[in-house]
């Protein structure tokens, strides 16, 4: 972490964010990475993706018990998605927020579930829960090769 990350207890993290196969389907894929491009996050992988179930399993196998599980496997197979590995200061907890709320009547007014979606099962974005879980979910998602190191020429003008 530099000097400024430090006195700012501000940690650079990486979080995996997908864009759910309805969200391919409505046409969202452009809105929906715009929003983190705009607030100043760095993309570092993006491909479209047709998700087996099995990746589908492992990547909610916390949510393994729930009556919801099966329908939820169906969802997220059910046509490509879009796989995104973004980083940043606080990006984690900052890319949760931009998404809102996992029901999407609770979801405020300017959050991607707020604004473009009405129902749980249909929430058209995930997005990592803690900087471990998107250390694991890139890691589950993207083969090394897949990832980019760069250095976009607007950070001096985002970070000081
Ligand atoms: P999150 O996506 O906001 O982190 P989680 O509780 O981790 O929410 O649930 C993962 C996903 O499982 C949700 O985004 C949603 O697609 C689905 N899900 C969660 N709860 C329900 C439910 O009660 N009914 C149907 N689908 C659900
Ligand atoms: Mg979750």
Same mark, same amino acid.
């Given at each position: 972490? /530099?000097?400024?990350?430090?006195?700012?207890?501000?940690?650079?993290?990486?979080?995996?964010?997908?864009?759910?196969?309805?969200?391919?389907?409505?046409?969202?894929?452009?809105?929906?990475?715009?929003?983190?491009?705009?607030?100043?996050?760095?993309?570092?992988?993006?491909?479209?993706?047709?998700?087996?179930?099995?990746?589908?399993?492992?990547?909610?196998?916390?949510?393994?018990?729930?009556?919801?599980?099966?329908?939820?496997?169906?969802?997220?197979? /059910?046509?490509? +998605?879009?796989?995104?590995?973004?980083?940043?200061?606080?990006?984690?907890?900052?890319?949760?927020?931009?998404?809102?709320?996992?029901?999407?009547?609770?979801?405020?007014?300017?959050?991607?579930?707020?604004?473009?979606?009405?129902?749980?099962?249909?929430? +058209? +974005?995930?997005?990592?829960? /803690?900087?471990?879980?998107?250390?694991?979910?890139?890691?589950?998602?993207?083969?090394?090769?897949?990832?980019?190191?760069?250095?976009? +020429?607007?950070?001096?003008?985002?970070?000081?």
């Amino acid at each position: 972490a /530099s000097m400024v990350n430090i006195l700012f207890q501000e940690e650079v993290e990486e979080t995996y964010i997908m864009i759910k196969p309805d969200g391919v389907q409505r046409g969202l894929v452009g809105e929906i990475i715009s929003r983190f491009e705009k607030k100043g996050f760095k993309l570092t992988g993006l491909k479209l993706f047709e998700c087996p179930k099995e990746l589908a399993e492992e990547h909610y196998k916390d949510l393994q018990s729930k009556p919801f599980f099966p329908k939820l496997i169906d969802y997220i197979t /059910s046509g490509p +998605v879009v796989c995104m590995a973004w980083e940043g200061i606080g990006v984690v907890a900052s890319a949760r927020k931009l998404i809102g709320a996992t029901n999407p009547l609770n979801a405020e007014p300017g959050t991607i579930r707020g604004d473009l979606a009405v129902q749980t099962g249909r929430n +058209v +974005v995930h997005g990592s829960d /803690s900087p471990d879980n998107g250390k694991r979910e890139i890691a589950l998602w993207f083969r090394e090769g897949e990832l980019c190191t760069w250095m976009p +020429v607007q950070e001096p003008w985002l970070i000081e």
